[in-house]
């Protein structure tokens, strides 16, 4: 087995796949390219055997990368069920851009800050390690979990001069895509919104009754608010020079010209040709599982009948959260969006 002196910390494929925040401690893992390209995710899902992480203290990672040149890094936050990975394999071409969709270590910052831990000191060593090219003059695009909003100020702050978009979608887009969930998915609604809430703050403007969802679509619909305000937040922290909005629906709708952009905005260095023909050849598969066809006719057809199954559930809960939650947001939308983009809608 590899010991820490085996470590190349110049290397980006020793890769941070762990962090332990208590005891600041990172799981580095030597991982090969394809192991980026076939992970839906890199988190515990990572198609790598996360259990033989290398133990090293975060202050030693820490010294030992202080002279590593970083790459040229963008950032992709997002809110949850908005065509994120699709968006991260799109923009994912090497040797010109390695895209890290949801590394463990960003779920594991999120978390700290979620349950009271301090992560000062933590944060740049992550974002360093992250930002580390997987080939020469190569950019790094990093794509956290939709719950590391709560620390995206701070990992913004860690890179500076990195650009961020955020990508959502439209309150309608979004609770369809939960029904179309499994039960197991559904019932992590209300606690991923009591998330957002507590780090948003938004609960706070909220009436009492908004506390109390009557079902899970609401409570979706709460969640998706809260993530909303989130996104403002972090537009207000680092600035509207460096983070930009995005929607679904564009991204969807011409997913070529829209990851031209993007790309473009993020500095990722991708040829145009190259990048627009990746884009779609991307675009006809499931971004989560690369093998299975799909496409915006299927996704629209999906959508259409999770409509017609629960057109009334939908309508109850676009009531109540026009009456409870919705007047309560933030009337003015953060400035700005990408080229060819748009600011997410209500």
């Known amino acids: 087995m590899p010991t820490v002196s085996n470590i190349d910390f110049t290397d980006a494929r020793w890769f941070a796949a762990d962090l332990h925040v208590p005891d600041r401690r990172f799981g580095m893992l030597r991982i090969d390219d394809d192991v980026i390209d076939r992970s839906s995710f890199l988190d515990t899902r990572i198609e790598a055997p996360l259990g033989e992480a290398i133990q090293v203290a975060a202050a030693t990672a820490a010294t030992a990368i202080a002279g590593v040149p ?25 040797p010109y851009s390695v895209a890290l969709k949801e590394p463990l270590v960003l779920r594991r910052l999120s978390d700290a800050r979620h349950a009271g831990h301090s992560i000062d000191g933590l944060v740049a060593p992550v974002v360093q390690l992250l930002a580390r090219p997987w080939h020469p003059g190569g950019t790094v695009l990093i794509k956290p979990t939709h719950v590391a909003l709560n620390v995206a100020a701070e990992l913004l702050a860690a890179a500076p001069g990195s650009r961020a978009i955020i990508l959502s979608s439209a309150l309608s887009d979004f609770l369809i895509s939960n029904l179309k969930k499994p039960p197991d998915s559904q019932a992590k609604i ?16 909220l009436p009492a009754v ?42 969807l709708g011409d997913l070529t010209g829209t990851v031209l952009a993007a790309a473009h905005w993020l500095e990722l260095g991708i040829p145009d040709p ?48 026009e009456t409870h939650v919705l007047p309560a947001m933030r009337a003015d939308e953060p400035p700005g969006s990408p080229p060819a983009t748009a600011t997410p809608r209500r």
């Open 190 to 205: 209300p606690v991923l919104a009591q998330r957002a809430l507590d780090a948003s703050g938004f609960g706070a403007r």
């Open 274 to 321: 190259a990048l627009a023909g990746h884009a779609r050849d991307v675009g006809t598969r499931n971004a989560k599982a690369t093998a299975v066809e799909y496409g915006p006719e299927r996704r629209t057809q999906e959508a259409m009948v999770v409509f017609q199954q629960y057109r009334d559930v939908l309508i109850a809960a676009r009531s109540w959260l």
């Open 70 to 94: 970083p790459a040229t890094i963008g950032w992709l936050f997002h809110t949850s069920f908005c065509a994120s990975t699709l968006l991260a394999r799109a923009l994912h071409l090497a």
């Open 210 to 251: 908004a506390a109390h969802p009557p079902d899970l679509v609401c409570a979706a619909g709460l969640q998706w608010a809260a993530q909303r305000e989130l996104a403002y937040q972090v537009v207000d922290a680092a600035g509207a020079d460096r983070v930009r909005l995005l929607d679904m629906q564009p991204l």
